[in-house]
């Protein structure tokens, strides 16, 4: 029987394990199939405090395991697959293993959605990415693509006009699911321009890991073209990593946990940390804080029971 066990090996999870190390509660870290978060995706991180040369993305998220482990905590491979939050201790199912727990932090984070070209896939950390507040600032006077039609979209074009020499918005339709103020703002945006009806089939240049261009369809004319770009973001939306608590813990319609105040879920003895239950802000230093508020709130539960 494990005090705590924490989903997750981002941000969010690596500093709820650090805490709860810290507090004697030998933290058990399921790290899923994405080892270290969305940061093990990226290269240079330059906004998170502490680092004034920056950092690489993968060793911050490195980094921040070793130090729970320093303070004994445990991390597991494997992805939780099944749960029963129906009653106490909790039950998870690692992969065929059953684990059972006094409390768990969900850490699980939200998935960015890609277009899915194997090209894209291959340059992300390398000019694609999917955080204008994350990366916009690596492109000052460059040619910036963003792909999407939503509000995310928009607000990127919006941010990124103030770094690149010039904003291409693709969008695979001519209507928008934006909203009109959105959308008006970007219309209005000297530096923004759209390309509506148009798609894109690769981004080059894998062979140079660098991004240097896109081939776009325009599938009204079903014409083709190559076009010079140095920033690829998509902002098509995230996937909440919620899928395993359907039914148990309360979420959005969206799938993003819903909180019920500090790190709180529906379920007493639940906690939530990071991107899994932040819409909004989403970074690396929101979702640190968050794992160190659950970690906390885990704490307090705890020792309220006297354990
Ligand atoms: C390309 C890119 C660049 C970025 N750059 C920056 C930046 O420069 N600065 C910044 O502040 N932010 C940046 N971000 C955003 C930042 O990475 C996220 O906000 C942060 O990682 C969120 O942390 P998290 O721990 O909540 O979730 P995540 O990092 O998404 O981690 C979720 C964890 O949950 C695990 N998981 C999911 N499902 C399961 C399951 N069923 N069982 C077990 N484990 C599971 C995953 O394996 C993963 O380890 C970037 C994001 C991307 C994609």
């Given at each position: 029987m494990r005090n705590v066990v924490i989903i997750g090996s981002g941000c969010a999870g690596n500093t709820a394990a650090i805490y709860t190390a810290r507090?004697?509660?030998?933290?058990?870290?399921?790290?899923?199939?994405?080892?270290?978060?969305?940061?093990?995706?990226?290269?240079?991180?330059?906004?998170?405090?502490?680092?004034?040369?920056?950092i690489n993305g993968p060793?911050?998220?490195?980094?921040?395991?070793?130090?729970?482990?320093?303070?004994?905590?445990?991390?597991?491979?494997?992805?939780?697959?099944?749960t029963d939050l129906s009653q106490r201790p909790f039950r998870l199912n690692v992969e065929g293993e059953w684990i059972e727990t006094r409390t768990l932090i969900v850490a699980s984070g939200a998935s960015a959605?890609?277009?899915?070209?194997?090209?894209?896939?291959?340059?992300?950390?390398?000019?694609?990415?999917?955080?204008?507040?994350?990366?916009?600032?690596?492109?000052?006077?460059?040619?910036?693509?963003?792909?999407?039609?939503?509000d995310?979209?928009?607000?990127?074009?919006?941010?990124?006009?103030?770094?690149?020499?010039?904003v291409t918005l693709v969008h695979r339709r001519d209507e928008f699911r934006a909203s009109k103020i959105m959308l008006d703002r970007a219309r209005h945006n000297p530096k923004i321009k759209f390309l509506t009806n148009t798609v894109v089939e690769e981004v080059y240049d894998v062979s140079k890991k660098l991004v240097t261009g896109v081939r776009l369809r325009n599938t009204k004319e079903d014409r083709v073209w190559d076009q010079e770009v140095d920033g690829y973001f998509v902002a098509i939306g995230h996937i909440p990593n919620t899928k395993v608590f359907k039914g148990q813990i309360?979420?959005?319609?969206?799938?993003?946990?819903?909180?019920?105040?500090?790190?709180?879920?529906?379920?007493?003895?639940?906690?939530?940390?990071?991107?899994?239950?932040?819409?909004?802000?989403?970074?690396?230093?929101?979702?640190?804080?968050?794992?160190?508020?659950?970690?906390?709130?885990?704490?307090?539960?705890?020792?309220?029971?006297?354990?």
């Amino acid at each position: 029987m494990r005090n705590v066990v924490i989903i997750g090996s981002g941000c969010a999870g690596n500093t709820a394990a650090i805490y709860t190390a810290r507090a004697n509660l030998k933290p058990l870290v399921i790290s899923g199939h994405e080892v270290g978060g969305q940061l093990s995706l990226t290269t240079e991180v330059e906004n998170f405090p502490g680092f004034p040369e920056g950092i690489n993305g993968p060793s911050l998220v490195e980094n921040m395991k070793l130090q729970a482990e320093k303070f004994g905590a445990d991390f597991m491979h494997g992805a939780v697959i099944d749960t029963d939050l129906s009653q106490r201790p909790f039950r998870l199912n690692v992969e065929g293993e059953w684990i059972e727990t006094r409390t768990l932090i969900v850490a699980s984070g939200a998935s960015a959605r890609w277009l899915g070209l194997e090209s894209e896939f291959k340059l992300i950390g390398h000019g694609v990415s999917s955080c204008a507040t994350c990366d916009g600032f690596f492109y000052r006077g460059k040619k910036i693509m963003v792909i999407g039609g939503g509000d995310s979209a928009m607000e990127a074009a919006n941010f990124l006009s103030r770094f690149g020499s010039e904003v291409t918005l693709v969008h695979r339709r001519d209507e928008f699911r934006a909203s009109k103020i959105m959308l008006d703002r970007a219309r209005h945006n000297p530096k923004i321009k759209f390309l509506t009806n148009t798609v894109v089939e690769e981004v080059y240049d894998v062979s140079k890991k660098l991004v240097t261009g896109v081939r776009l369809r325009n599938t009204k004319e079903d014409r083709v073209w190559d076009q010079e770009v140095d920033g690829y973001f998509v902002a098509i939306g995230h996937i909440p990593n919620t899928k395993v608590f359907k039914g148990q813990i309360e979420t959005d319609s969206d799938g993003y946990i819903l909180s019920k105040g500090g790190a709180r879920t529906n379920i007493a003895g639940v906690f939530h940390a990071g991107d899994v239950e932040d819409r909004i802000y989403r970074q690396a230093i929101t979702a640190a804080g968050a794992g160190c508020k659950a970690a906390i709130e885990v704490e307090r539960f705890l020792e309220a029971e006297g354990h």
